[in-house]
């Protein structure tokens, strides 16, 4: 990327959270999925957005150019984003898809600076389905086994090809998305071992939605292949006070990746018709 400005802030246990910034406009923190980190997962869609809005490629621990911590809980990374936002303050926006999606809903939950949320189909737990879950099961442990033979670029092929569709599959990797993103498998496991250990109530609880007072959009794909996200949309709009739910017709849970054009274009148009953001 051709910008050098980076933020940073210091969440609540210490860690350096950091972001590239991109464009000029009303401020939006874009947060990556479960595998890669701010600016692999949003470099293809920045371009439609900077000329518009302040993009915070953020990256929440361990990942990208923010510093790492042995604590990867569910609640850590929710805070890392919220310790961003308020060191940014208010009005902002924030976007998160896939994974991240999650995380910024729960942070929106726990703020009062952030004036609207974008999400793209995000993981809900509460809603995965036996069938479905045995499937995430079999792909997490084929993950960790190639990642512990150290091929980590198989690993994230692998993982990724649990969620995407078949042309999802071939336009990352001519855009070297595996590669780039294969140093966070270790990560991920990690992360995915903590949330899998934690007691608390995770990012999707119906407790945590009901709390966002921000408008939230919520993007989904005509051509997802699980019906898990399908369901996430629904329980997601269920909880949360004010949303509103479009799809995108032809994209797939990667649009983000694969049709960036047109994901700005929904986001562009949701975020300029909040008050805040005019």
């Known amino acids: 990327m051709d910008d050098d400005r980076i933020h940073r802030a210091i969440s609540d246990d210490g860690t350096e959270i950091a972001a590239r910034v991109q464009g000029e406009g009303p401020p939006l923190v874009c947060l990556h999925a479960g595998l890669g980190d701010g600016e692999v997962d949003w470099q293809a869609a920045v371009p439609w957005l900077r000329d518009r809005f302040t ?4 990256s929440y621990r361990g990942r990208g150019l923010s510093a790492s911590n042995p604590d990867r809980s569910p609640n850590r990374l929710v805070q890392d984003v919220v310790a961003y936002a308020e060191i940014l303050g208010g009005p902002l926006g924030l976007v998160g898809p896939s994974g991240g999606g999650m995380f910024v809903l729960a942070a929106a939950a726990r703020t009062s600076v952030v004036s609207a949320v974008a999400v793209y189909e995000p993981i809900v737990f509460e809603v995965l389905s036996e069938d479905e879950g045995a499937g995430f099961q079999r792909a997490l442990e084929h993950m960790a086994g190639l990642s512990g033979e150290g091929r980590l670029v198989e690993a994230a092929r692998d993982w990724i090809g649990f ?11 001519a855009s070297g998305y595996f590669e780039e993103s294969a140093p966070y498998v ?19 609880d119906p407790s945590i939605l009901s709390e966002i007072a921000a408008p ?13 996200y399908r369901d996430g949309v629904r329980h997601v709009a269920d909880h949360v006070p004010e949303t509103t739910v479009r799809e995108l017709p032809g994209s797939g849970h990667f649009g983000v990746w694969v049709e960036p054009r047109k994901v700005a274009h929904e986001l562009t148009r949701f975020f300029q018709a909040v008050p805040a953001f005019t």
Request: proline share 6%; with cysteine; net charge negative.
């Open 216 to 228: 939230v959009l919520i993007l989904q794909g005509s051509r997802s292949t699980l019906d898990w």
């Open 163 to 173: 969620f995407a569709a078949d042309h999802e599959m071939v336009a990352l990797s």
């Open 55 to 58: 993009c915070h490629l953020m």
């Open 186 to 204: 270790p990560v991920l496991l990690e992360e995915i071992e903590h949330a899998l250990a934690s007691k608390e109530p995770g990012p999707t």
